[in-house]
């Protein structure tokens, strides 16, 4: 079956760095766009960095621009995001989404706490 498996979350001061893993297996993981959601309490969930198929392409919301980087490991059907200076506001669950099409699929998330 389908399964996104996050890890790498945790504990971490602000400025610190953090990199999240997400091993996947049960799907054709090189067809399909990966991407790093993250959800803090009390708001909604929102796209953090996405990477293409094949990873030719990137992006990422605007305030983790120049911090954080996507990347994807074909060999080992992993998607990373390193995290570089991490602000205390975003302290939340990352997620980690597989898409294509109509079709998407969820990890269980992991959580990251920026607090001194």
């Known amino acids: 079956q389908v399964q996104l498996v996050e890890s790498g979350g945790g504990l971490v001061q602000p400025g610190g760095s953090l990199r999240l893993s997400c091993a996947a297996s049960g799907f054709t993981f090189s067809t399909y766009w990966m991407n790093w959601y993250r959800q803090a309490p009390g708001k909604q969930r929102e796209l953090v960095a996405a990477i293409s198929s094949g990873g030719g392409f990137t992006n990422y919301r605007d305030p983790v621009k120049g911090r954080f980087t996507i990347s994807r490991d074909e060999a080992k059907n992993t998607v990373y995001l390193q995290m570089n200076s991490l602000k205390p506001e975003e302290t939340a669950v990352y997620y980690c989404?597989?898409?294509?099409?109509?079709?998407?699929?969820w990890g269980q998330g992991t959580q990251v706490t920026v607090s001194s």
């Open positions: 989404n597989a898409h294509r099409g109509r079709t998407d699929y």
